[in-house]
Each structure stands twice: as structure tokens, then as C-alpha cells.
């Protein structure tokens, strides 16, 4: 059974691109039938949104009837926090640009996307140019086959799989903090799509030393595959995703583009039933050079309180084999750079929707107990509330 499903995958993978490649041609010369029947048919058309008007601005060119240049448009995120922390090893609280990325993005023959965007530093402008984060090809010969090359996201684990445009919480839990790479945007080559209820994302990438643009290629490489299934038409929700990750990672130790990790796994269930739902994971690594071995959890269920209001809790837990095998969050490191063996975060926040995920307005307090067993009063302790507004276009 499995030998055959395997073989109908693969398949399926083929005729798809198979198809793609043959499929250029009439695509490009226009196909006349299809034309002729779509104009009988009239769509009722929809009024549409204030926020669907106004986030077609940055689309300043689109064309879909043309057999080479389709679309133009610009994007980009500014992400801003405001953030409190109050900890048994100091406290500090003041307000920091986040995120701040502007790019565009290209649609040439229906299905040859052009993706390059840029990270700005504008609290501290010299230079405000910051690095380069996507900067990649994608073709998608069908649903079931997107080839992407170039500098682009590597997705593993729960939240690092998420862009940050559509976190539900103001950051991404410290479980793929310490497990998912310092540079999210790593150059390489990947091949992603859909075949029926399977999804799967595989790739190449280069995990050298880092440069503002496409990095260096000089200090190991590490693959990526990820295979998930949804079982949402079995149990009857919108969303049943059961997916497995998994990362092998040269061991360098001159690499700054990874983490000391060779091989990261993880295993990841989101559930979405309309009003209410939850994500859960469970992700280790084995570490190398003087990092440890590391394993966690995380559960993180949510409710739709309104159409525009949400409500999100999160539990994080983590442990290391060996002492300071576990490193802080973000904000926690702006007090101390401590790291311990045991980690334990609890994190309860309101999410207010103005205009979807491109347009909302974040807010959370967590509290984060870390302890390290190789010295005495070992112990770290913190209160943080954030508040952050989300932009993306």
C-alpha cells in the first residue's frame, strides 16, 4: 500500500509538470475556446471593501489576458512594539521598529514569479539599508509543483513555517527561536506544492557565512523536507494539518547562518474550526560543537471572540541534555544573556483584526520562568507585556 502510494505521488508530480512545460505554449498563444465561453458567463460582482480598496494600490500594473507581463506590484511590512519588561535581573521598556521591508514583486507568462524585497532599518538610519531578503524565481508549473530559486524563506517548525505578517502571537515562540536559523532568508533551491490532501516542501540550501545579500558559499549546506497531511475533509473543519519536518545541517562550526544544530525534526498539528482552534508541536535537535542537545513543546490554542477580535494562549516548554543549552527570547536578552537548561513560557494575548492579517493591531503578556542548574540561584524569572502593530502589503 504504501509502495503504491508513493508511486501515484510521484506520478502526479510528473504529469503536473509534465503538463506545465506543455501547457506554455497555448498559454501563451491564448487559448480562444476558453476565451469565447468565459465571456457568456456573467459573475455577479461584489461590492467590494474598504480594505480591499485600498490595498489594491500597490498593485500598479495587472494584466491577465497578456501572454507575457501579468502583474506589477509593490510590498512590503512595518512591524512597530512597545514593550515592558519587568525581570528578577533588571527591567526595561521602550518602543522599537520591529520590521520594516519594502520590495516588489513580478508576474511574467501566468506562472514565473519575480520576488525581491529588502529589510530597512529606519530607528537607527546608517546606513538604512539593512540586507536583502528575498531575492528569488518561482515557477509554479501547477498546484502540485512550485520550483523556487534564489535567496528566499526556509520554513520549518510551527512558527517558523508562519511569516511574521500572520503570527497570532507578537512573536514567534522561543521553541523556533532556538531551533530555526538566525536569517530566515537563506539562498538555495526548493520545489513545494499540493496533490490532493499531501502538501510537501523540500530543498538545498547554502548555510555559509552571512553577507547582506546572497551569502557566502563557503561553509557547509543543509536540506530541508517537509511532508504534511490534511485531514480537514475527514473531520470536517476548515483546517486538520498533521506535517513533519526535517532539517540535516553540515556540521561547521564557522557557519552563522544556521544554528549549531545537525539534524532539526519536528512534528506539527494546526487545527482550524471557524471560531476556534489550536496549533501544536513537538521539535528537537541534536546539537554539535558547544551547543546541546535540544527539545521542546508548544501548544498554542486560540477563539474568535468577533469577526475582528481573537483571543491566543500559548505554552512553551524546552529542555537541553547539558546545562545553558537553551538560550532567551528577544526581549529577555535586552536584561540579560543568561541561558539555562529549562525553559518555560506562558503567554496569554488579544489580537484586533482591522483588516485581516495585513492591518492589525497585537497585544500579549507573557510571563517566563528559565533555569539553569550549573550554578546556584540559577533561576530567571519575567513579566513582559508588548503591544505591536502589524502593516503588510
Not at 211 to 226: A, I, S
Request: charge should be negative; include cysteine; glycine fraction near 10%.
Amino acid at each position: 500500500m504504501t509502495h503504491h502510494r508513493s508511486a501515484s505521488f510521484a506520478a502526479a508530480l510528473t504529469l503536473c509538470v509534465a503538463a506545465g512545460i506543455t501547457l506554455t505554449g497555448p498559454a501563451l498563444a491564448g487559448d480562444t475556446t476558453s476565451q469565447v465561453a468565459s465571456k457568456d458567463i456573467v459573475a455577479p460582482v461584489e461590492e467590494k471593501t474598504w480594505c480591499e480598496r485600498l490595498w489594491e494600490y500597490p498593485t500598479i500594473y495587472k494584466n491577465n489576458d497578456s501572454s507575457f507581463f501579468n502583474e506589477f506590484r509593490f510590498v512590503g511590512r512595518a512591524h512597530f512594539d512597545v514593550f515592558t519588561i519587568d525581570s528578577d535581573l533588571g527591567t526595561d521598556q521602550d518602543w522599537i521598529v520591529r520590521r520594516t521591508r519594502f520590495g516588489a514583486k513580478a508576474r511574467f507568462l501566468h506562472n514565473l514569479d519575480l520576488h525581491v524585497e529588502m529589510d530597512f532599518n529606519l530607528q537607527n538610519p546608517r546606513p538604512a539599508y539593512s540586507r536583502l531578503t528575498d531575492a528569488y524565481l518561482a515557477y509554479k508549473f501547477c498546484d502540485a509543483a512550485k520550483l523556487t530559486v534564489g535567496k528566499q524563506s526556509v520554513k520549518f517548525t510551527l512558527d517558523g513555517a508562519t511569516s511574521s505578517n500572520e503570527l497570532i502571537t507578537i512573536d514567534r515562540s522561543n521553541l523556533s527561536n532556538n531551533l530555526w536559523f538566525p536569517t530566515e532568508y537563506i539562498s538555495g533551491v526548493s520545489l513545494s506544492g499540493k496533490i490532493g490532501q499531501w502538501q510537501y516542501n523540500g530543498g538545498y540550501f547554502s548555510g555559509g557565512t552571512e553577507t547582506k545579500e546572497f551569502g557566502n558559499f563557503d561553509e557547509g549546506h543543509f536540506g530541508l523536507l517537509t511532508l504534511g497531511y490534511d485531514f480537514n475533509k475527514l473531520l470536517g473543519v476548515k483546517k486538520a494539518l498533521l506535517r513533519a519536518d526535517y532539517v540535516y545541517n553540515d556540521r561547521n562550526l564557522e557557519s552563522n547562518a544556521t544554528r549549531p544544530f545537525e539534524n532539526i525534526g519536528a512534528l506539527v498539528f494546526q487545527l482550524d474550526n471557524g471560531p476556534w482552534g489550536f496549533s501544536a508541536e513537538v521539535a528537537g535537535g541534536t546539537g554539535y560543537g558547544t551547543q546541546s542537545d535540544v527539545w521542546g513543546v508548544t501548544i498554542m490554542p486560540w477563539y474568535n471572540i468577533t469577526k475582528n477580535l481573537q483571543a491566543v494562549l500559548r505554552y512553551n516548554y524546552m529542555e537541553s541534555e547539558d546545562p545553558r543549552g537553551v538560550r532567551l527570547a528577544r526581549y529577555d536578552t535586552f536584561v540579560t544573556n543568561k541561558r539555562g537548561n529549562e525553559y518555560q513560557e506562558i503567554y496569554g494575548g488579544l489580537n484586533y483584526f482591522v483588516c485581516g492579517h495585513r492591518l492589525k493591531v497585537q497585544t500579549g503578556v507573557s510571563y517566563v520562568m528559565l533555569d539553569d542548574t550549573s550554578v546556584e540561584k540559577g533561576e530567571y524569572h519575567a513579566w513582559q507585556w508588548t503591544t505591536g502593530l502589524r502593516i503588510s502589503f
